[in-house]
């Protein structure tokens, strides 16, 4: 029977070593679809649905690089870390299956840390039906080092590569725009999402939501499935720099360029309440803030009704943008047609 976290309270890793905390998040896992050996051999056995393609990602998370003790508590830090792998599955319109988790832990981080981490990890994994089935710790010298490798699949055809606009195809986004890049400035400018609310209660659930968009994003599993499946779309990307950033990306690889409207950028109402007060250019940072996790998809013309039509039954809010070019740069334009003056550059995290 699984042994839940809750009933091994130990203060340090030291105390129950290596063995003992996989032999905790061995016993916390779920083994979900596909899993014929999961975490406790020399390797874990997997097999993929009939027909499908095997889709991998990894990505890594450092301490003061990509996150701060200060602000990221580790519940959520636990979530994001499988999150944006997610994301990289949900951008190529395949489904998550298998995730391995490795751990570079410094010897003061506290095992009540770690048990938190790994419950925020494994509630992510519960919530998009991904298995862990493996991983790595080891002890570090210069802060946590979290790194996610991820396994999905799909169908041949239906996997969305970034490679696949067209000229005149239309940009699409799904959600809205900014959210994190403006969380992240107010975690900048001293809110603390730990603190519970005292005044202005509206404004400071303004600012929760931002926050969380920063902290605990959620990757768009379902919508980059519909999307894939629906055959609408030419290519898709996710957006973790940027929609400027990552739609050069896919420009770059379809061997296109694309007109970005600033106006036509989905803002939350959060972000349009909030980002006046910061003196903060809010197109600008919809359109080059990071960490937004949504997705950005182009779409022949022909497919505008359809899409919208499609994306309204699914309950995924989508939004039209731009339209791809066959000259090759990307420009965002202001609501009167005029150029918008922004440099393409990937969002800087923390330093
Ligand atoms: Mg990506």
Aim: aromatic share 6%; proline share 5%; with cysteine.
């Amino acid at each position: 029977m699984p042994i839940s976290l809750e009933e091994q309270p130990f203060k340090k890793l030291s105390a129950i070593g290596e063995f003992g905390f996989i032999s905790r998040i061995a016993s916390a896992s779920r083994q979900g679809a596909g899993v014929i050996t999961g975490i406790g051999d020399d390797a874990a056995v997997t097999v993929p649905s009939p027909g499908m393609q095997l889709l991998t990602s990894t990505d890594m998370l450092l301490e003061d690089v990509h996150f701060r003790h200060a602000w990221h508590d580790p519940y959520r830090l636990g979530r994001k870390s499988l999150a944006v792998n997610i994301s990289d599955i949900a951008a190529m319109g395949g489904i998550p299956r298998w995730a391995t988790l490795s751990l570079a832990i410094p010897a003061d981080l506290s095992l009540d840390f770690l048990d938190n981490f790994t419950r925020g990890f494994l509630s992510m994994a519960a919530e998009h039906g991904v298995s862990l089935i493996g991983g790595d710790t080891c002890a570090s010298r210069n802060g946590l080092a979290v790194s996610v490798t991820i396994i999905g699949e799909q169908f041949p055809d239906l996997i969305l590569r970034r490679s696949g606009a067209f000229p005149d195809d239309e940009i699409w986004v799904t959600g809205t725009l900014g959210d994190a890049a403006l969380g992240l400035k107010l975690m900048e400018n001293g809110f603390d999402s730990t603190q519970p609310p005292e005044s202005s209660l509206t404004k400071i659930e303004g600012r929760e939501y931002l926050v969380s968009r920063l902290l605990d994003p959620t990757p768009r599993r379902s919508a980059g499935l519909a999307l894939a499946e629906s055959g609408l779309v030419t290519a898709m990307i996710d957006i973790s720099d940027g929609l400027l950033a990552d739609f050069g990306h896919i420009a770059e690889q379809s061997g296109v360029g694309g007109v970005i409207r600033l106006a036509d950028l989905p803002l939350s109402s959060q972000f349009r309440s909030l980002a006046p007060s910061l003196s903060i250019d809010s197109s600008i940072l919809a359109l080059s803030g990071g960490e937004d996790y949504e997705l950005c998809y182009t779409a022949p013309k022909a497919n505008h009704e359809i899409i919208v039509a499609f994306m309204k039954k699914c309950g995924i809010e989508a939004a039209s943008v731009g339209i791809v070019t066959n000259l090759p740069g990307v420009k965002g334009v202001n609501g009167d047609g005029s150029p918008c003056d922004v440099q393409i550059q990937g969002f800087n995290h923390f330093i």
